[in-house]
């Protein structure tokens, strides 16, 4: 079992930043690659970014490369997603998500956080 915990969200305005962090509790988080999805209101949950156990791989969705960048620290049990040049598209709850091989589909992963609601006003 692994536990996870989103935080760093907030209200932003366009072009801001904001640095989102996923800490993980419970089996060897080093095991398990990671993934960024978010939800904004009337939509499904969509893929962000994900990054491999080793950290030598990370996949971004089109509308955030070279904005955003996910990373993570095994010795914190922690990984993070930074978000610069934010848009009010941005908006919507994040999910960070953990699973065997990653992906970018939700069910590509097992383990998910309660959310942290990002918005970014125009």
């Known amino acids: 079992q692994v536990q996870l915990v989103e935080s760093g969200g907030g209200l932003v305005q366009a072009g801001d930043s904001l640095r989102l962090s996923c800490a993980a509790s419970g089996r060897t988080f080093s095991w398990y690659a990671m993934g960024w999805f978010r939800q904004a209101p009337g939509k499904e949950r969509e893929f962000v970014a994900s990054i491999t156990w080793s950290g030598s791989n990370t996949y971004y969705t089109d509308s955030v490369k070279g904005r955003f960048t996910i990373s993570r620290d095994d010795a914190k049990n922690t990984f993070y997603l930074q978000m610069n040049a934010l848009k009010p598209e941005d908006t919507a709850v994040y999910y960070c998500?953990?699973?065997?091989?990653?992906?970018?589909?939700?069910?590509?992963?097992?383990?998910w956080g309660q959310g942290t609601q990002v918005t970014v006003s125009s």
């Open positions: 998500g953990a699973g065997p091989r990653g992906g970018y589909y939700s069910s590509d992963y097992n383990y």
